[in-house]
């Protein structure tokens, strides 16, 4: 490309999209570059004369390299977490991602409700040697089950992980205030019932966002080369 202007802004874009992806490791930035590199150029070739103004139309199809590395570092993220089994990378992922848009914020509010979920059992299951007569697995009158805390005064709340009709089907948090006795169903028991259900909910909760990543990423090209590929 012989315009020394035209040339100097293709580097200029360049530069500006290694920047944003200055969070990925040093041979995938460095690929995401020379392939955009090269896809521009061939833009810029095919279309006959070049001058400032081609290269200015073509760069601006291709999009916002700023955009464009944001983009590229999200996808980037998800096909790492897609493979891990880690409750805390999960997390980290779907918090990024959900600054993209109604999926990702889908994932996260799964993802905190059901870590959340098995963290309350975790928690149960250790702490019901030192709090015996406080933590268990609690039935109302009004036929709410809940995992977790209760004072044992009336009218009093029950936090933790309820279930049942009144606690509007799930609730994690807290329930109440109930105003009649409330039993306790499993006693001793809770810690291995809590450990068994703690481990469930996580090993569920990870399958789900690994499955709504993966279909976020199915049939996806990397961000900036997905609209490389659509620049006219």
């Known amino acids: 490309m012989p315009h020394d202007d035209a040339t100097q802004a293709v580097e200029l874009y360049l530069s500006r999209l290694r920047k944003g992806l200055r969070g990925l490791p040093a041979p995938d930035r460095d690929d995401i570059v020379e392939e955009i590199r090269g896809h521009v150029l061939e833009r810029i070739e095919s279309g006959g004369t070049v001058t400032p103004q081609a290269v200015d139309t073509v760069l601006r199809a291709v999009g916002d390299p700023d955009q464009l590395a944001r983009q590229y570092g999200t996808d980037a993220m998800l096909r790492h977490a897609v493979a891990s089994r880690s409750p805390w990378l999960l997390l980290r992922t779907t918090a990024g991602w959900a600054r993209r848009g109604a999926a990702g914020l889908v994932a996260l509010l799964l993802a905190l409700a059901g870590y959340g979920s098995a963290l309350v059992c975790y928690a149960c299951a250790v702490a019901k040697p030192l709090f015996p007569s406080h933590l ?18 009336l009218p009093s709340e029950l936090m933790g992980l309820s279930v049942g009709p009144t606690a509007g089907l799930v609730v994690l948090g807290t329930f109440g ?8 169903l499993l006693g001793p028991w809770l810690t291995p019932a809590g450990v068994v259900a703690g481990f469930l909910l996580a090993l569920a ?3 789900c966002v690994r499955r709504l990543i993966a279909r976020r990423l199915q ?7 997905a609209a490389a590929a659509a620049a006219p």
């Open 205 to 207: 909760t990870t399958w």
């Open 136 to 153: 268990g697995m609690w039935v109302t009158p009004e036929r709410t089950v809940t995992i977790g805390y209760f004072s044992g005064r």
């Open 219 to 225: 049939g996806r090209r990397p961000g900036p080369l």
């Open 177 to 184: 205030p109930t105003q009649g006795p409330v039993r306790e």
